[in-house]
């Protein structure tokens, strides 16, 4: 190897680099702020359609599941609260499984989604499916149980998934609605005793 | 591969689909060939991402063969691959949402691709600009072609439907869309696709 090689192997590699790096920089600009407005449409799309009645969805804190960071937010009609929304983890087969959940005023889900989940395609990823979220419809903390028979009653596991059935149902979702629970209790303890006071 | 300056343009294609496919012929590439192709629209997008790669990456190393010294060729090429494929990964993410959830992982996968780094070796690096750009066509759409049909087949008989859409009102063989329904794919198609060739040739004769 002469000089002149390593001369023209330097000289390769700025101008490679210096070209790709321009590129992606262009790309990246183009896509990143399509990105971003999509995952906040996303969210915001997603806590809407879970409380369809709502005119007005607020956020009321954050909590950790699974060491992750999840918010809850109560939603209003005029002034008259009518559920709560909270976001939850689920440890799946393969992933941590990111869902929203709904709950009226006497915390029965009324609706819930899956934000995102990295579980098997084609088996896990049947959690999104409506035929297995519709079954979360008017269930409260007891029946929020996954069992592998024919059941309305519970929840029904889907075939092939039911690891990542349980950590939707049993995890995720009776997590969040147990945290709900001692949160708006909680809260409306204190406020009762400000009342008080 | 020096004489391919008398090959026309529609042979390089050809050859790409048929006679040099990536999958059913020359085996390469088949993590990602049972990774993505339980649905159609994933086995779909995913050979369209690798066409665009396979053309880009292909056009580039063809345009700076001259330019790049043979000692550092390689870490070049895998610079480029990696490049292009950044590129494709960041415009999937931004415009189609939704499969990028599903195969985010394997978008990032195609720079390690052996069929990608093997046309720049074998082909760009020695041919000019258009005939490269047509051999990177070839080679992505025999791609596209063979990741449509497995994922088609997977599809159809794992789930019952296509493109998501339901044909079957059942699941007639769940075992399709696991992974090991993916090997019994490709094989079944390999065996099927090599069986044609063999049947030609011999007709040839």
Known sequence: MTGKDIVKITLNLVVVYLIGGLILAVVYARTSPIMFKNAIIEKEAALKKLMPDADKIEKMGDWYIHEKHSEYFVAKKGDNIIGYIVQSFGKGYSSYIDTLIAVDNDFRVQRINILGHAETPGLGDEIEADNFINQFKGKDMEHLKVLKTDTTEYIQAISGATISSRAVAEDAVKNGVDFLIKAIKERGAKHGADKQS | MAQTNRVSYLDLIKNGIFKENTIFKLALSLCPSIAVTNNLRNGVLMGIAVLFVQVMVNTTISSMRNFIHPRIRLPIFMLIISGWVTVTDMTMAAFAREAYKQMGLYIQLIVAFASILARAEMFASKNKIAPSMF?????????????TIISFFRE??????????????AKPLLIMILPAGGFFAVGILMGFFNWMSMRKETKNH
């Open chain 2, 135 to 147: 051999d990177g066509i070839g080679m992505g759409l025999g791609f596209l072609f063979a990741l």
């Open chain 2, 156 to 169: 159809l008989l794992g789930k019952g439907s296509l493109w998501g859409f339901p044909i079957i009102n």
